[in-house]
């Protein structure tokens, strides 16, 4: 049984590109959440979806930032124009159930913007 | 506020003895609580997990105790071992929200002397 699994585990992109970044959950797994890392810091609450609906976008900046888990494919997280304070580890999970179910990470991309 | 915190940012033991990783959460409605160890450049692992309705929970050679009372949590590894060396985080779900949003601690890194 497979893991969750991201690509690219390295993403290097310039000032104002954009970045895309990918997540595939567990096999059987149905609930996806995003979370961002900083240096030296635990990890932050971005998104949590469902196939083809977003549940709780809470901790999704304002701008420049959207997620989705469509029907077929791996979840995807999208950021436009990205800015130096970007660059962090951004790390996927699933889990079988909503609510109080173990959460399985994946092993993370990490983002540089130079 | 909403937060969960750990007591001490690092912890050196020496191989063989017993650790205990301490976290405090401020959220009284919060009724699921995860431990996760992150080495580095690697996503979290699940450890173990306990549901408020719970005090104590053992797994191999980990035990997380939960005190309602005063919002504590810990992390209990036996006979630690070199390969325990990692960043510890604890984190809390909260039962209000139910969303599986988890609020992640600052984590404590573990230094396993040989």
């Known amino acids: 049984n497979a893991g969750v699994m991201q690509n690219p585990r390295h993403l290097v992109r310039r000032r104002g590109q954009e970045a895309r970044l990918r997540c595939s959950p567990m096999?059987?797994?149905?609930?996806v959440y995003w979370y961002r890392q900083l240096p030296e810091e635990g990890l932050k609450f971005m998104v949590y979806?469902?196939?083809?609906?977003?549940?709780?976008e809470s901790g999704m900046p304002k701008e420049r930032f959207s997620a989705e888990f469509p029907k077929e494919g791996p979840s995807i997280l999208r950021i436009q124009q990205v800015v130096r304070g970007d660059s962090a580890a951004y790390f996927c999970?699933?889990?079988?159930?909503?609510?109080?179910?173990?959460?399985?990470f994946g092993p993370g991309t990490r983002l540089t913007v130079t | 506020g909403e937060s969960v915190g750990l007591h001490l940012p690092t912890l050196s033991v020496q191989e063989g003895d017993n650790s205990i990783i301490n976290c405090a959460y401020s959220?009284?409605?919060?009724?699921?609580f995860i431990w996760y160890k992150q080495e580095s450049g690697k996503g979290p692992q699940f450890i173990i997990d306990?549901?408020?309705?719970?005090d104590k929970r053992q797994g191999q050679r980990v035990t997380v105790l939960l005190n309602k009372t005063v919002k504590h949590l810990s992390l209990q590894i036996a006979a630690t071992q070199p390969g325990d060396s990692a960043v510890y985080f604890c984190?809390?779900?909260?039962?209000?929200?139910?969303?599986?949003?988890?609020?992640f601690g600052q984590g404590t890194t573990l230094q396993v002397k040989p």
């Open positions: 984190a809390e779900n909260k039962g209000s929200s139910n969303t599986g949003k988890l609020i």
């Open positions: 306990i549901r408020s309705n719970m």
């Open positions: 096999k059987g797994h149905s609930h």
């Open positions: 979806l469902q196939k083809e609906n977003i549940i709780d």
């Open positions: 959220n009284s409605a919060s009724d699921y």
């Open positions: 999970a699933s889990s079988a159930g909503q609510g109080s179910y173990e959460q399985y």
